[in-house]
Each structure stands twice: as C-alpha cells, then as structure tokens.
C-alpha cells in the first residue's frame, strides 16, 4: 500500500477520483490501485446525496482508499458491504468494539453512527465499465471537539483521551486503525470480487453485524422525497439488497433510498 498524505483537503474522494482520471489517460487506473489517499482535515467532506460530513482536526481519520483490479467491477455494491466488515473488524481487533451496521453505509455503535461510507466508480471512457473505484471512509474517534448540534446524532470511538492512554496518542490510535482498516479493507476486496464462496462468507458475517434486521424502519424508496412507508427488515440478501415486509404483507428488495429506525407514527 502507498499512502498520500494530506494536511487538508476539500474531500479525500474527490482528491482520488481526479487522480484515477489523470491516471486513465496516462498509465491507467491500475497503476492506481491499492493507493491511499489520508488527510487530517476535509473542508467539503462528503456522504451519500452530498450530504456533508463533519471532518475536523483531531477529532477523526478520514481516508479514501483507491482499489482498481485486473478486471472490471461488475458488482459495485460489494464496495460498500466490504468496507464497512472492514472497519468492524478492525475496531473489533483493536478496541474490543462490536459496532452495527446500518444498510448500507453507516457504522453504528451504541445507538448513533461514528462512521459512513462513501464507495465512488471511475468508469473507463472505451467499455463503458467501472474500472478504478475509490472508497471513502470517515470515523468520528473522538467526540470532545464535537459541537452540541453533531452529539445530537453523532458518536464516536472515544468520548475523551482517557481512554485510549494505551495508544499514547491520538495520532498513533488513528494509524494503527487507518493500517488495520486498510488491511481488512484490500484482502477482503483481493478475496471476495474473485471469489464467491469468500463473498457469501463476507456477506453472513456483514448480516451479522446488521443494526437493522428485525427492526421495524420508516423506508423512504427516494432519498429526500417525502413519500415514504413503514416495513419490518426481514434480511440482506445475496445483491446486498434490503429485504423487507410492508404493512400490507408485500416482500419488497430495495437497491436504494433510506431507511430510518426513528419512528414516528
């Protein structure tokens, strides 16, 4: 793995996502692949829907890691299924943490999400195929520089430096994780998009770790529209779809939207 590392920038995958497009006119994206883009600051952090995602100093890692195989990408969801096992086990091995996923993007510990994800595709300009794909990460690990707005829905690993005195600084705990994620992150990819026994085994251990099946959601099938319908999560299936039932007994497989566990009747 090459490491980039930035003192601040606007958004890490947005920084990646230009370097895969010079990359495709000049040595190819594969030259690319296994490149990680860090920075200490993002200005324009970004989620899902450019929604903005708070990226102080200090107070998290944020990271965008370049994968570009051999072959073309031809089942982009597992980007995100994979990256969010990734920093599960990784949070698993390092601090003791057993973090939730919430569908299909967010890292959850404790009720409130301290992680998202953000899984990008470079198409190639000839095939018309994903080629190159840069997968952002941001982990809030320290809530202490929090504004009162972001502890309202937002957690983090630690609530103060008392308890990571073990890693002697913030700094070295965010290195270990950003190594630790990385390794998680680039050996299930090299495993589970060649292999589908590796990918249905990748797949159990993400349901696993579901913060929603069994839940009862509010799914809103347009993210931002205002329609919206409550169903009861039965499972993720094999395409990494959500499977849930409505109130009328319909079994219905989202590819995308929203769901939310707020429920207000």
Sequence with gaps: MNYIRLKKIDSTNSYALSLLNDAAKNDGVRSLDKNVVVAEEQSAGRGRIKREFFSPPKSGLYFTAIYAPRVSIEAP???TVLAALAV????QKLFGI???IKWVNDIYLNEKKICGILAEGHVDSLSQKIDGAAIGIGINVLEKYFPEEIQKKAGAIFQDEKQFCEFASI???KEKLLFEICENLYTLYDRAFEN???YRSA???YKSRSFLIGRRVKVFPLVGDKNSFFADVLDIDENARLVVRTEDGKTLRLESGEVSTQIEE
């Design 203 to 205: 797949l159990l251990e």
């Design 88 to 91: 599960c086990r990784a949070l």
């Design 196 to 198: 589908y026994a590796a």
């Design 98 to 100: 057993s973090a939730q």
């Design 77 to 79: 969801a597992k980007l």
């Design 171 to 173: 700094d070295l705990l």
